[in-house]
């Protein structure tokens, strides 16, 4: 158990729509990262927080956005749903803003687009 | 940007065979980290390598940072059913950019 939690694991949805995924970082974790893992392809990096700042952001398309809580937890909203959208999306969790120390990794959160 | 690519992209081997991946970046690297993610799961750290020429084991793993900081490798001595999974590579401090992976197949 790397102590990052997301939620939900598995959703469903339709073109079109909407979703929110959402993410609790490890206990004194400051930074979050957004990862989409599409199926057999490596991470790409989406969007980073630190301590509720937006810290770098990856090719994040504008149909996406996220952003960090003053609790530290954090959402992924994604919208205007298309079939390549479908993936495996993760979030990690690191104490400083990313120069050293490891990324735990949430489960992921198993996104499919009927 | 910085680029780390990842050779080889898959490899099958035997139980008990050998296997090495590398990762080779275009820029010198501050550190590098190795994460294994078994099918089905998440990325899981393995190690943290800083120093120019830094050789580290974890039991039958080896890893190793090149001189010039721009590649390193993860070798798996005798490998295990157990070994099967993704291994990526991320470097320079930079989590934004991981490395394309190796898939690794152990077959019994």
């Known amino acids: 158990d790397s102590g990052v939690t997301q939620t939900p694991k598995h959703l469903i949805t339709a073109t079109g729509q909407r979703v929110t995924l959402r993410c609790s970082p490890r206990?004194?974790?400051?930074?979050v990262y957004w990862y989409q893992q599409s199926l057999d392809q490596g991470l790409q990096f989406l969007i980073q927080?630190?301590?509720?700042?937006?810290?770098a952001k990856g090719n994040i398309l504008e149909r996406f956005s996220a952003q960090q809580f003053p609790d530290l937890h954090s959402e992924l909203n994604l919208s205007s749903l298309e079939l390549g959208d479908s993936a495996l999306y993760f979030c990690?969790?690191?104490?400083?803003?990313?120069?050293?120390?490891?990324?735990?990794f949430g489960e992921g959160s198993r996104l499919t687009v009927l | 940007g910085q680029q780390v690519m990842q050779i080889p992209q898959y490899q099958h081997v035997q139980e008990g065979e050998d296997f090495t991946t590398y990762c080779n970046s275009s820029?010198?690297?501050?550190?590098i980290q190795w994460y294994k993610q078994r099918p089905g799961g998440h990325p899981v750290f393995l190690i943290q390598?800083?120093?120019?020429?830094e050789v580290k084991k974890q039991k039958r793993l080896t890893f190793q940072f090149g001189e010039a900081k721009k590649n390193s490798s993860l070798h798996i001595t005798a490998t295990q059913t157990t070994d099967v999974g993704t291994y990526f590579c991320?470097?320079?401090?930079?989590?934004?950019?991981f490395g394309t992976g190796t898939q690794l197949k152990v077959e019994l």
């Open positions: 206990s004194g974790d400051l930074s």
């Open positions: 820029t010198t690297l501050s550190n």
């Open positions: 991320t470097g320079g401090g930079n989590k934004l950019t």
């Open positions: 990690a969790s690191s104490v400083g803003q990313g120069v050293t120390g490891e990324l735990f």
């Open positions: 927080y630190y301590n509720g700042e937006e810290r």
């Open positions: 390598l800083v120093k120019s020429g």
